[in-house]
């Protein structure tokens, strides 16, 4: 494997590591903060909200 590939992988090992759904979640609220600040709206509680979330959405998965 190559340098380039060995690093692409790592750094899909650190943003997404073993659960693609909360990296998707994270990359999903800071979307929707983008979205909600550049129409002029404070979003500081998007985030704290998302975290609650997608922590609940976790546990819930890994209890099954």
């Known amino acids: 494997m190559s340098r ?3 690093g692409v992988a790592a750094l ?7 659960d693609p759904v909360t990296a998707l979640g994270v990359v999903v609220a800071l979307a ?3 979205l909600i600040t550049s ?3 404070p ?3 998007v985030m704290p909200v ?3 979330g997608l922590l609940v ?7 099954r």
């Open 39 to 41: 129409s002029g709206v």
């Open 32 to 34: 929707l903060t983008a």
């Open 57 to 63: 959405l976790s546990l819930l998965r890994a209890s």
């Open 50 to 52: 998302a975290a609650v």
């Open 4 to 6: 380039l590939g060995r």
């Open 12 to 18: 899909w090992s650190f943003v997404v590591g073993d």
């Open 43 to 45: 979003a500081w509680w």
